[in-house]
């Protein structure tokens, strides 16, 4: 059974800083089948990335992935105040994992 | 314009039975899974289970299975989730997601149906 472990729990950042979510996987991720969502207060998830490091349609460019194998990278490249959000690795395929999540906050 | 809309939130006692919606449109319903994610109260995703709206194919999690049923009625572009007898820790928000392939991510979710389940 995969297993996807994020870190840090929370991270609290100044706008414009850069933001690095972290995403571990117990096993090696067949495919790069590794993706990204953020969900705001009150929202439903919205796919970020798909393929570890492919935008979705209309995401901005300052999110961007790295990775592979087993560690994968999720980047914002200047913190906007409408970033803040929780935000969920994902591994799919047949079947779909989630990690417990990365809380963005402005500090 | 592609729109996943789900049915309206509920509110539910201990073994009463259920079943919710998620019909879709804007697109080829029968050309996409279609998922189901439980989000408890303050807590993370989890995948339920999937379907295949073309021919009910489904596929669950095993936390899932024997708990939950989903099926699909092609006909009105709508999927459902549904339980025959409901426990207080089923009180969630519950989420459909579109997938293109059963291998693929949900690359568009429904706003989400609150469940309260209590006596």
């Known amino acids: 059974e995969m297993v996807l472990t994020q870190s840090p729990g929370t991270l609290s950042l100044s706008p414009g800083e850069r933001a690095t979510l972290s995403c571990r996987a117990s096993q090696s991720v067949r495919s790069s089948y590794l993706a990204w969502y953020q969900q705001k207060p009150g929202q439903a998830p919205r796919l970020l990335l798909y393929g570890a490091f492919s935008r979705a349609t209309g995401i901005p460019d300052r999110f961007s992935g790295s990775g592979s194998g087993t560690d994968f990278t999720l980047t914002i490249s200047r913190l906007e105040p409408e970033d803040i959000a929780l935000y969920y690795c994902?591994?799919?395929?047949?079947?779909?994992?989630f990690g417990q999540g990365t809380k963005v906050e402005i500090k | 314009e592609v729109q996943l809309v789900q049915s309206g939130a509920e509110v539910k006692k201990p073994g009463e039975s259920l079943k919710i919606s998620c019909k879709g449109s804007g697109y080829s319903f029968t050309s996409y899974w279609i998922s189901w994610v439980r989000q408890m109260p303050g807590k993370g995703l989890e995948w339920m289970g999937k379907?295949?709206?073309?021919?009910?194919?489904?596929n669950y999690s095993p936390s899932f299975q024997g708990h939950v049923t989903i099926s699909a009625d092609r006909s009105i572009s709508t999927a459902y989730l549904q339980w025959s007898s409901l426990k207080a820790s089923d009180t969630a928000m519950y989420y459909c997601a579109r997938s293109y392939s059963v291998n693929d991510p949900g690359d568009f979710w429904g706003q989400g149906t609150l469940i309260t389940v209590s006596s």
């Open positions: 379907i295949d709206p073309s021919d009910s194919y489904t």
């Open positions: 994902q591994h799919y395929g047949s079947s779909w994992t």
